[in-house]
Structures are given as structure tokens and as C-alpha cells.
């Protein structure tokens, strides 16, 4: 099958809301009148962001999940998007089933693959999302005061325990390396929860490299410090029956998880719990912001450690 074959019949298909779709040299659409559009890329390559053995239909889920989960960091409405593949070979056995993940994600939210561009090479997909937020009310890293109470959303550190049966250094049973495996492979992004924070939450982040180093992007760029109770942060029930070293190591380092950490003013809580109902999604209360700069956790012994808020870094030595 060539290039444009295969476009044809796993990649277009006729838009929903913009004006030109796949097919021509660009595609138009244009955000609802008074709005301002919200832009992000995430690049995923194979044995960096995801493993060979992943099902084909979940990795089309994960690369666009991963980019949504971007829009919902930032309160987005989410419109459309662009595919950039990298394939080895024109494989239908691979297309069809990656093409059918991707779509089928897209459709929950009813947005367009408005175009993109195909060729040979390392397996590798850029998405680039497009969605749209009134001015002045997206939910950015900078807005966290001293005092804001520190959210998170669902539950973290499945998405790393699952990592770590890959590599080998964990076993888990048949249904617990499906349920943490479902976690790695198959993020939910948190899209209506960004929607309900807007106008409630006063920064907020999505959680891809892990807690602390996340977390530190928002404190930077709010120049806060914050200190985070190790005992509240939410965990599967197959989590929290880890060793406390490996259950530490995921919650706080785990990457992938694509939950939306963000803060609140105190007085808000009841908006945030509402919020958090709303969007379906439990929302759980980790932390507080301090004035001081830095980051300090309450360990599961009641213990105040300084940590340093340092993520996943693809260059770091
Ligand atoms: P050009 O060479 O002008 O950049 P292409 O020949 O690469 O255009 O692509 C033809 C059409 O197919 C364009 O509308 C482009 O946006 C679309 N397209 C190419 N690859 C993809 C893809 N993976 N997913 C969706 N649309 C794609
Ligand atoms: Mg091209």
C-alpha cells in the first residue's frame, strides 16, 4: 500500500467542525468567535515513550490521550489535531488497529484529524492538538499563591509500577500487570476536570514526568515552595500493597500518570470537590503552598524532608 493509500483510508475522514479537513496542502478551521486557541505538540518514539510491545490500538489511544491531557492542564476545549507518522513499513496490520485507537478517542470528544504528514522511518508519532479557552482563563504553572491548597487528580504511580514489571524487577499476577498495564498504556486525559477547574483552580499541570518534578515546573514558575503529606497521595489498592520504598519511588518519581495536579485557594474546596464530582474524577488534597521556596515532604513517619523537585529529563547526565 503507498503513501496516500494509506492516508486515504486510515487517516481522513470528513471534518466535524473545521472547514477543510485532510486532503489539502492546509487545513482551515477557526476557533468560536471571542476565544483564543490553545496549542501543544508531544512527539512519541518507540523504546523512548512507549515499549514495542504495545497493542497498536493503544498507542494510537496514548499519543493523542497524552496531547489532550495537555489541553486539560490548561482548561481547553479540544477541537482538532495533526498526526506526523514515522512508520517502518506500510503495515495494515499495524495502521489499521493504531488508526482505530486514535480515532476512536478523537471521536469521544468529537474533534477533527485535520491533516498531518506520513513517512518511512523509526516508529515515531508527533500529535498536535488545537483547542480553545475564553482569554484571560486558561490554567497556567504561574498562578500559585502561599496558602492555595495542592490537588491531584485520580490515583498515581500505577503507570510506573507497570514499568517496572516490564523491566523486570517487579512480578505481578495476570489481572494486577493488566489493571497497572491499562494504567501505562491507556491514560484517560482529564479534559472535562480542566473544563470545571477553570475559574476555581489558580495554576495546574498534567503529571507525564512525575510528581515532584512536575511539581516543581509549577513552583518555579509560580516561585513558591510547597510541602506534600506522602501518606494522602492517592494510590491503587495494588499500590499501597507495595513495598513502601517501590510505592514512594512511583508516586513521587513515576511518570505517565496524566493526572492534573493544580492549586486552589482554601476558600475553594467545596468548588473543587464539585468540580472533581462534575468531571467524574476523584480530586484529592496533598499539600499546601508555602512562601518558602523549595519543597519538603511529610513522610509516612511524620517526618519533614526537603526533596528535590526533580522529574524525568530525556538529556539529563
Ligand atoms: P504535502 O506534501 O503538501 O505536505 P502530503 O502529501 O504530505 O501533503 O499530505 C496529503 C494530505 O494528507 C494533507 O492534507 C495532509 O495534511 C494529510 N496527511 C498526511 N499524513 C497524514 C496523517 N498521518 N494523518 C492525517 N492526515 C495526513
Ligand atoms: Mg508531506
Redesign the pocket.
Given at each position: 500500500m503507498g503513501e496516500f493509500e494509506l492516508?486515504e483510508r486510515y487517516?481522513?475522514r470528513p471534518p466535524r467542525r473545521a472547514a477543510l479537513g485532510?486532503?489539502?496542502?492546509c487545513?482551515l478551521f477557526a476557533p468560536a468567535a471571542g476565544q483564543q486557541l490553545a496549542v501543544s505538540s508531544d512527539l512519541l518514539v518507540e523504546g523512548r515513550h512507549f515499549l514495542s510491545t504495545v497493542a497498536p490500538e493503544r498507542l494510537g489511544h496514548k499519543a493523542l490521550a497524552v496531547n489532550l491531557s495537555d489541553l486539560a492542564a490548561c482548561g481547553a476545549e479540544p477541537l482538532g489535531f495533526t498526526?506526523a507518522?514515522a512508520l517502518p513499513r506500510a503495515d495494515e496490520a499495524f495502521v489499521a488497529p493504531l488508526s482505530q485507537g486514535l480515532l476512536a478517542l478523537a471521536d469521544r470528544y468529537a474533534i477533527d484529524?485535520l491533516?498531518?504528514?506520513?513517512t518511512a522511518g523509526p516508529l515515531a508519532l508527533c500529535i498536535t492538538v488545537f483547542g480553545q479557552v475564553p482569554p484571560g482563563q486558561a490554567l497556567l504553572r504561574s498562578g500559585a499563591r502561599a496558602g492555595h491548597t495542592l490537588w491531584v487528580s485520580g490515583r498515581l504511580g500505577d503507570a510506573r509500577l507497570a514499568l517496572e514489571v516490564f523491566r523486570g524487577r517487579l512480578r505481578l499476577g495476570g489481572d494486577d500487570f493488566e489493571q497497572v498495564r491499562l494504567a501505562m498504556e491507556c491514560p484517560e486525559p482529564r479534559i472535562a476536570l480542566g473544563l470545571a477547574l477553570r475559574g476555581i483552580a489558580s495554576s495546574a499541570i498534567d503529571l507525564s514526568d512525575g510528581l515532584l518534578g512536575d511539581l516543581g515546573h509549577v513552583l518555579r514558575r509560580s516561585a513558591v515552595g510547597a510541602c506534600i503529606e506522602l501518606a494522602a497521595l492517592p494510590r491503587s489498592a495494588l499500590l499501597a500493597a507495595q513495598p513502601d520504598e517501590l510505592q514512594r519511588s512511583c508516586l513521587l518519581h513515576g511518570g505517565d500518570d496524566y493526572e492534573l495536579l493544580f492549586t486552589a485557594p482554601p476558600a475553594l474546596q467545596a468548588q473543587v470537590l464539585a468540580a472533581g464530582a462534575r468531571a467524574g474524577v476523584a480530586v484529592t488534597a496533598i499539600g499546601r503552598i508555602e512562601a518558602e521556596p523549595g519543597l519538603r515532604l511529610l513522610d509516612a513517619q511524620g517526618r519533614l524532608q526537603t526533596v528535590q523537585p526533580q522529574g524525568f529529563d530525556h538529556f539529563a547526565a
Open positions: 492516508i487517516f481522513s485532510v486532503g489539502d496542502d487545513a498526526l507518522l484529524l491533516g498531518g504528514d506520513t
